[in-house]
């Protein structure tokens, strides 16, 4: 049935637009101009019409020059000045049409030249905008050159943030052709047309409309304007026909009218009814000259301090995501079809609710959330800190502009946010030049400013700034009093040592600020979805501490009403270059990966928030396991079920387990694994419908006496890592038992972080794409012991030198403190195995270097019944050993 009304609807789109152009004398086109592009990164001017291009590499767009480096362990990614050159033919007639070339988003500052004439430049990264280049335009071949900059400016915000600034044209370039006398084009980049429904009953909305109208003729003519309303069906259900005049030689003519919608559908989470308006230019003899259409969405929306935020009279709360514009390998150069499977993705989960973070992104991204009616914020990228400076300000306030303007017409959007944790970086604390009460009046005047520049263009949305957990620093800074809404960014359970306190510090915040709408606007923990735990612990990402810290924040969310929504941090993995952890260059605290793995926190919050029927396995990506155990046949680890149901079956290897309780959408029991292909299978009904899924992994038992052919270990460890492209799993220490294995003396190393200790380092390690072996270690080890049966192994010793003498780069979203480890000290040590001596005065950091991955194999045979003994002795400072593996060949 859906089908069919899709269909219906995009018949009726096409009849439409086919019948908004056929009828005009120059009809408006809108074009990529996408492929081709030779490419080239220099500061060297390219914009002349001659300029040779040998040698430049040929791209097209969407297009980043930091896809790569962004991710490789050279310390930085490039940021500079890059030039696209290509020819475009222009085969229209130019005396009758204007030719506008119209970008989606090039980050940041661009420079645009036609047939070697300056033609404009835009400051800011994120949001679209166009250029008229009808005068500077040939009929036939035209050369067309554009430099795209991405060095830090700091007159163009952001100045900074916790993600990677890509560079280059990374959406959509269009031309467009319009009439002389159009439907304005230059107007902040939007589609000229602003609707505003206000007086929503049930028996009638009305409709605001202004339009902006521009004649590029010598001549002022009488025109007609004619808005038609059609609802998703096709039906024309409101209509409007003006006489108008457009002077000569002018641009962005406002005109203003006004009608009504009987009966109108209303648009909601649940039904995102959509009516479409179109906006038709008549010339005097009656025929259609341009004709643009946008979306209308007809609701209410309200922030109530104390009940939350309700939709058209009815409460909503705003569970659902952040989200940012990036993919492993890609960068932020994405295709629209990526960018709307997120969205969808999104959907399925269940949220109703998206910040749009940090920055505007992708017209596909709001686009889909009209159509599946998710309500959203977006927000410019203010991030950390300012720029005292008239210059920043404007361009502070030119973006502002563009984005309301850009996105003024989707019904999904609710807030307009900017500002984010922009007191993080307290500037006139590591500034003394920076008077303190300047800085912050400064501040409060840029917030200011911004909000008054939002409200004059639209008053009928909310607005948001989004904090740091530290609500007083804001009061004072006065910037609490400026936004309709405050967003906090609290990391209990993460950044903040305690999970349990966050209950009592959104409570604090309300008392602190009572007459104020609040929304989470971040919270969330690191996950690596190759490294587990069954002893989780904070910054340990492993899949087990993710789930727990979700598992307690949804709970705390969901029964306190004055929290009007709150936005995960965040939807996916995404790039950022300077963290240095688990996976270096990433922010992991997606519930998706960067390839869109779902994560079994996406699971977690499915089970929540979805009205359809979840059955979720977790660690159903694990697929190779391994464990210690008595028999070499058997190992029993725990497992945990996200469901919706109240009940859950399990079966494991045709086994029948049982039947088991779902408790805050989670069930919990233990597996006994076989050695070998395990399958285990989960079971619920939903409204009367079985559903089934099943979960195959290879384990494997580790044992010495019995089956034994390999075993991996990670020192000073408690967790299990899976390398899948070598088909291992790393599994953690335990002490030597007598016929069994494990270590002899010695201590995990605990890493001191700005917010505690971490058991594992989190400094990027050289060398390896498995960090997370190398980033943990048993210091002041005296023995690795396996009681293996006689034969021939290789035995692989994995070493990193973790602590180093220089200071570590202070980073405000990482872990590393800035200071240097009073620990070090110059480590030398011998190695022998079965007592002989291997390696004679081993010292890592002089050998290899400092973060750096290494690994020694040796070849032994065991004999006599012996075992492998590896020992370490001292000779300056304490012997270390992060991993072991042992295969017998």
């Not at 399925?348 to 609710?353: E, Q, V």
């Amino acid at each position: 049935m859906n089908k069919v009304k899709n269909m219906r609807r995009l018949l009726s789109l096409l009849v439409l637009i086919f019948l908004c152009v056929s009828h005009s004398q120059a009809q408006r086109m809108k074009f990529t101009i996408n492929s081709n592009w030779s490419f080239s990164l220099q500061e060297e001017d390219a914009s002349s019409v001659n300029y040779n291009t040998k040698g430049w590499e040929k791209v097209s767009f969407p297009h980043t020059w930091n896809a790569k480096d962004s991710d490789d362990e050279i310390p930085g990614y490039f940021r500079g000045k890059g030039w696209y050159r290509n020819t475009i033919d222009i085969d229209r007639d130019l005396a009758k049409e204007q030719v506008y070339v119209f970008f989606e988003g090039a980050n940041q500052e661009t420079d645009i030249f036609i047939n070697g004439k300056y033609v404009g430049n835009h400051k800011g990264g994120y949001t679209a905008f166009s250029f008229d280049i009808t005068k500077f335009l040939n009929k036939g071949k035209n050369t067309i050159a554009i430099s795209v900059d991405n060095t830090l400016n700091n007159n163009i915000t952001p100045l900074g943030g916790d993600f990677t600034m890509f560079g280059g044209i990374y959406r959509d370039v269009y031309l467009l052709y319009t009439p002389k006398a159009h439907i304005s084009t230059t107007h902040y980049a939007s589609s000229g047309v602003y609707l505003d429904a206000y007086q929503i009953t049930d028996k009638e909305a009305k409709i605001k409309l202004r339009t902006y109208l521009s004649n590029a003729t010598d001549k002022s003519q009488r025109y007609y304007l004619k808005t038609q309303v059609q609802d998703a069906e096709g039906n024309i259900v409101a209509e409007k026909n003006n006489p108008i005049t457009i002077p000569e030689k002018s641009e962005n003519i406002l005109f203003q009218t006004d009608l009504s919608v009987k009966k109108p559908k209303l648009w909601n989470t649940d039904t995102p009814y959509l009516y479409r308006v179109f906006t038709y230019l008549y010339d005097s003899n009656n025929k259609v000259i341009d004709c643009v259409s946008n979306p209308l969405g007809l609701r209410t929306i309200k922030f109530d301090p104390d009940k939350g935020f309700f939709i058209n009279g009815q409460p909503c709360k705003l569970m659902g995501t952040s989200r940012h514009q990036d993919y492993v390998g890609w960068g932020n150069a994405l295709k629209d079809e990526m960018h709307i499977r997120d969205i969808k993705m999104i959907k399925d989960l269940g949220a109703k609710f998206i910040r749009i973070s940090h920055y505007p992104q992708d017209p596909f991204v709001i686009e889909q959330c009209n159509n599946l009616g998710i309500l959203s914020s977006i927000e410019i990228p203010i991030i950390n800190n300012i720029t005292m400076s008239e210059e920043y300000t404007k361009n502070c306030i030119d973006q502002v502009t563009e984005m309301v303007y850009q996105s003024y017409n989707s019904p999904s959007v609710v807030v307009w946010a900017y500002m984010n944790e922009i007191l993080l970086n307290q500037v006139y604390k590591k500034n003394k030049k920076i008077e303190k009460n300047k800085y912050l009046k400064e501040l409060y005047n840029l917030a200011y400013s911004i909000e008054q520049k939002i409200r004059s263009i639209d008053d009928s949305r909310y607005t948001m700034i989004a904090c740091h957990n530290a609500p007083a620093l804001y009061k004072e800074a006065g910037l609490t009093d400026i936004p309709k809404i405050l967003g906090f960014n609290i990391y209990y359970g993460w950044y903040g040592s305690n999970i349990h306190d966050i209950k009592s510090v959104l409570d604090e915040i309300k008392r602190m600020f009572p007459d104020k709408p609040l929304i989470l606007t971040e919270y969330g923990a690191g996950v690596d979805s190759r490294i587990h735990s069954f002893e989780p612990e904070r910054y340990d990402f492993s899949n087990e501490y993710g789930s727990y810290f979700h598992e307690y924040y949804i709970p705390v969310l969901q029964e306190r009403d004055f929290v009007s929504g709150s936005a995960v941090w965040n939807f996916n993995d995404f790039s950022s270059e300077r963290r240095k952890e688990a996976t270096p260059h990433v922010n992991n605290k997606g519930l998706v990966g960067t390839d869109r793995e779902c994560k079994d926190t996406y699971y977690l919050y499915k089970a929540y928030l979805s009205d359809s029927p979840v059955l979720h396995i977790c660690g159903d990506f694990w697929e190779c396991r391994a464990g210690a155990s008595i028999d070499g046949e058997t190992s029993t680890q725990p497992l945990k079920i996200y469901t919706n149901a109240e009940k859950v079956k399990i079966t494991a290897n045709g086994k029948d387990l049982g039947e088991y309780d779902v408790k805050d959408r989670k069930a919990e029991l233990t597996i006994p694994f076989i050695n070998g292909i395990n399958r285990i299978e989960a079971q619920i009904v939903y409204d009367g419908e079985v559903i089934k899924e099943q979960y195959i992994c290879d384990f494997r038992c580790i044992n010495v006496k019995h089956n034994f052919t390999e075993m991996s270990i990670m020192l000073g460890s408690k967790r299990y890592f899976e390398d899948k492209t070598g088909n291992i799993c790393w599994i953690p220490e335990k002490e030597y038992t007598e016929g069994s294995w494990g270590y002899v003396g010695g201590r995990p190393i605990v890493n001191k972080v700005p917010f505690g200790t971490s058991s594992a380092s989190t400094k990027e390690i050289f060398g390896t794409d498995q960090d997370p072996i190398f980033q943990t270690q048993r210091e002041g080890i005296e023995q690795f012991k396996a009681d293996i049966p006689n034969g021939k192994y290789s035995v692989y010793l994995y070493f990193s030198e973790l602590l180093s003498k220089e200071n570590n780069e202070k980073l405000l979203y990482n872990l590393d403190p800035n200071q240097t480890d009073k620990r070090y000290s110059n480590r030398v040590f011998s190695i022998y195995i079965n007592g002989q001596c291997v390696r004679k005065d081993f010292n890592i950091a002089e050998e290899y270097g400092i973060n750096r991955a290494v690994i020694i194999k040796y070849e032994i045979d065991v004999f006599d019944n012996k075992g492998l003994t590896v020992s370490f002795e001292e000779k300056e400072s304490t012997p270390v050993l992060n991993a072991i593996r042992i295969v017998r060949n």
